[in-house]
């Protein structure tokens, strides 16, 4: 019998991608230990948006959080979702910063780091992968999976055998938007496994109506860990249910290691957990909706909903079908990025002003233009170059990796942050997000400090990964 290991989402993914993040740790103590016995491969329990809402939202020590599920989670792996250079923020960091971040990970309790970047151009991954195998942990490197005539299988395993070379200890298949479907699943899980001996992990989110079956041909082709969430925040936008495939994959001769009775006793709590956030209206009914939009336009669901709002916030919903139209011809000017924080948002942004003034490329977001200048890396086509001249004139187009003309910052970011920061940790939450991270600290060390915590803001971090 294979077995096929599973890995659970509901602390991180699901937690993210139902309820904005904004689960306690007070939620999640309760049943850890459980958690810890259930048969799990690994539990996501950090990276992604959890950081930000720790600070922003919670008035949480992410770092605390971490070292309090790592003292009840003793046997299972805990892993985490690290954007390569961007880390967990919205620039690119220094090396210095992106190791630092890594050995302070590991050493609060990390065991894996899934890394990726939204170009896929791995020059952004380098630094997180080998700090990751330098601190001794696990590194799996991620393909951000979408589709595109330029995004061929051959292109994924291409990238796959790529990480490899790198040293990637595993490699995932992150299909953020929903979008892989089962035969193209099976085709490229055949051919990433007949090319590189590690294991394959598959990260497939329910939105489009086609995950429970996309894992299924993942795995008959070889896929080595799926990954699913407990069914109180299951489906919709999150992870298929972790129950359901679990019992439908050991029906069909598989061995999970799972254990039924302990997966009950988990959804038995998150269900009251799910319950509250629904009362409180914070988990909006929507999430649990299955939309296939995002396999008729190819768009991710997420990006849709805000183009909408965007839209509605002007008074010029009726433009949504013309902007639509204009998304993709936006996307292959921009060289086919995969439509992931931040491109979706650039993309989106500049459809919609290309529509609203009637003219393309009239208004151009300072995002849009820094990325044609390669400030966020290597699109993955080349953009031609009346597109580039139209967005950036003539100013030259820097190919080398963003990093390269970072100087060492940590030291820097430390001084700044001395009257509050305590360790190194602390100036990591300064790092990565100067205001919330300064916020933070402030009210902690400050008996004065008056900037209240953030309560409102559901759209802000409402991001596919
Ligand atoms: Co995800």
């Known amino acids: 019998m294979r077995k096929i290991q599973f890995m659970e989402t509901v602390l991180r993914d699901g937690n993210q991608s139902q309820i904005a993040t904004r689960m306690p740790i007070t939620d999640m103590l309760p049943v850890l230990s459980t958690l810890d016995q259930a048969g799990y491969r690994a539990l996501e329990v ?153 294991p394959l992990e598959i990260h497939c989110h329910a939105t489009a109506g086609v995950s429970e079956m996309t894992y299924l041909k993942a795995v008959e082709a070889g896929a080595d860990i799926i990954d699913t969430c407990i069914s109180s925040f299951s489906s919709g936008t999150s992870q298929p249910a972790s129950e359901s495939m679990a019992i439908a994959l050991e029906n069909l001769g598989f061995e999970t290691g799972l254990k039924l009775e302990k997966l009950t006793v988990i959804a038995g709590h998150f269900d009251s957990v799910r319950d509250r956030f629904r009362d409180e209206k914070i988990l909006n009914p929507k999430v649990k909706d299955i939309d296939p939009k ?38 292959a000017d921009l060289g086919f990025p995969p439509l992931v924080t931040p491109l979706s948002q650039m993309v989106g942004t500049q459809a919609v002003m290309n529509v609203v003034t009637g003219e393309r490329y009239k208004l151009i977001p300072q995002e849009v233009k820094d990325y044609v200048a390669g400030g966020y890396g290597k699109p993955p086509v080349e953009i031609l170059p009346e597109i580039r001249q139209k967005i950036i004139g003539q100013i030259a187009v820097e190919t080398g990796r963003p990093a390269d003309k970072l100087k060492p910052e940590f030291d820097r970011l430390k001084a700044e942050i001395s009257p509050y920061a305590k360790s190194d940790e602390d100036v990591l939450d300064y790092a990565l997000f100067p205001k919330q991270g300064r916020d933070f600290l402030g009210r902690r060390e400050d ?19």
């Open 46 to 198: 950090w990276g992604g948006a959890t950081f930000d809402a720790c600070l922003r939202f919670l008035n949480e020590d992410p770092w605390e959080r971490l070292r309090l599920i790592r003292a009840q989670v003793k046997d299972t792996k805990l892993q985490m979702l690290l954007r390569g250079q961007n880390l967990l923020g919205y620039r690119h960091y220094a090396d210095d910063v992106v190791e630092k971040f890594v050995v302070k990970s590991v050493e609060n309790g990390i065991d894996v780091i899934r890394i990726f970047d939204a170009l896929n151009d791995t020059r952004n991954i380098r630094t997180a992968l080998e700090a990751t195998k330098k601190a001794g942990a696990e590194a799996q490197a991620a393909i951000a999976y979408t589709t595109s005539d330029f995004h061929t299988l051959e292109y994924f395993v291409n990238l796959a055998d790529e990480m490899a070379q790198m040293g990637a200890d595993s490699i995932c298949i992150k299909d953020m938007a929903g979008v892989l479907l089962p035969e193209t699943a099976y085709k490229l899980v055949s051919q990433i496994k007949d090319k590189i001996d590690l």
């Open 294 to 331: 995002a396999l008729i336009y190819q768009v991710p669901g997420g990006m849709l909903s805000n183009l909408m709002s965007q839209l509605q916030e002007q008074g010029i919903s009726e433009k949504y079908e013309e902007v639509l139209k204009e998304v993709p011809k936006v996307r």
């Open 447 to 465: 008996p004065f400090y008056d900037i209240p915590i953030q309560t409102v803001d559901l759209k802000i971090d409402l991001k596919f990964l």
